[in-house]
């Protein structure tokens, strides 16, 4: 369980505020994102929110800049006009929807920016938080291995706020879910 230290939060019901890096990567270690901590190098736009009850944490949303010039599969977003939901992770599942609705109301507007994208694991989840949330799913993406970490690729969703108009071609089908599951 995740204690947060600072008094002015004792008894105040429910927040949501700006948290160090440090607590969101204990709340992520804690609750077992399978991504574990943010670890990345800080391009630009990072900040990382806490859901707090009661004074203790039960959700974390962390934003990063993107690793990457250009989104993978959604050629309208790159370094410039977008940031990315880089994690999403609560102690328990009904919270993470409440996160990102938070995150995307309160934090994704303060960057000014006109994209918000998060990469899903398209073999440890539905998307249905995303989906239920508003956001278009915009193409598949499988990565290699992590050059800094060693970590094996992971095949991935990627995930858009706002949705495009229909009339905008991403420029990528994406794959049906029988051909996700031969390629495994």
Known sequence: MIQQQTSMLDGAGVVWRAIPLEDANRALEAWGHKMGPLRRPCFADTANHGLIHDGRMVAVACTAGLIQNAVAGFPL?????????????AERPGLCRVALRLWREFTWPTFGRTYAVSYQDADLHTGNVYRFDGWQRVSYSASGTDTRSG??????????????????????????????????
């Open 77 to 89: 977003a790159n370094r410039e006009n977008a940031v990315e939901l880089a994690r999403l992770c």
């Open 151 to 184: 970590r094996e690729g992971r095949r991935k969703w990627v995930w858009v706020w706002p949705p495009t108009p229909p009339a905008v071609d991403t420029g990528h089908a994406l794959p049906s879910p029988r051909d996700l599951a031969e390629r495994t």
